[in-house]
């Protein structure tokens, strides 16, 4: 499907929308999703909520939100191709390189086309595919916090299985 | 230093206070600290505000409460070994193996008496010493997430720099 500017910021508000009224921790966090330009999508928090005793960006927050990115790109690009699917976390790794001190976004990108078509097929085929995406949060030009994050995708009319959240899931 | 059960009735009032009051978010998500026995950690969050798009608990929130787990575990350590230091998370791995369907309790256990010690030595010695700490959460007698985390606790005496947050500090 061939998305228009028109078509994506319908498409972000119902990101928007879906994080908001669906995990309403979000809304306490502040989460807004800021924006896509087809690559890579940012997603923001404001420090004051996500404040932490040294006076930095709580891990958790910081954590939650490099999930959410990840999370956030897959369903754009289910939207994009079509397809309808629950999204779910397997696995993810985080590294707390740098204090964040202001407020944060964190920013997903699509990766490359030839793994984006390996994983479209593998879903439509098996109705189950899992996708490695990798988020990060930078400040001041570096780095502050890297996220690497496997995700699973289950195609909707498939009858789910505590094995669906298994980490031999593919 | 010897801890006493009114002292740690008294800590873990403390611990409670420290997550309430330096890391607001806590608030929100609901985090108790439930009880320690000496050597497990257990804090706990009710499924309504953390719950997601599928009824079950949020990621994040799940991983917050394991981070929260191990970091209130070091803070014990430290507190009854009578050092102050401030801790922070460096890196964690998180595994969701299962949903999890209701309210969720995250357990920290202390290390062996072996590593704590060589953590003690390290610190009092070099002002800076890393643990890593493992954490999970259990739902029906099963372990549905599964976390590893990095801790850094840095004597408070200690000028901090910017490497006290790299992925090579110990």
Redesign the interface.
Known sequence: MRITDDDMKSLLRALQQ?LSL????TE??GITVEGYDGECLTLTAPLE??????KTA????L??LL??AGWGLLWLLLKEHDIEA?I????????????VTRDFSARCRQPGPTVIAAFENTLRKKGKARLELYSEICEAGAVATAFKGRYVALLHQRVHT?QD???NSQ
């Open positions: 879906t669906e995990i309403p921790i306490h966090l909520q996500n404040v932490n005793h040294k709580f891990g958790g927050s954590n939650t999930t959410l629950e779910v976390i397997q696995e993810s790794i985080v590294s707390y390189l740098l204090p505590e959240w298994g980490k």
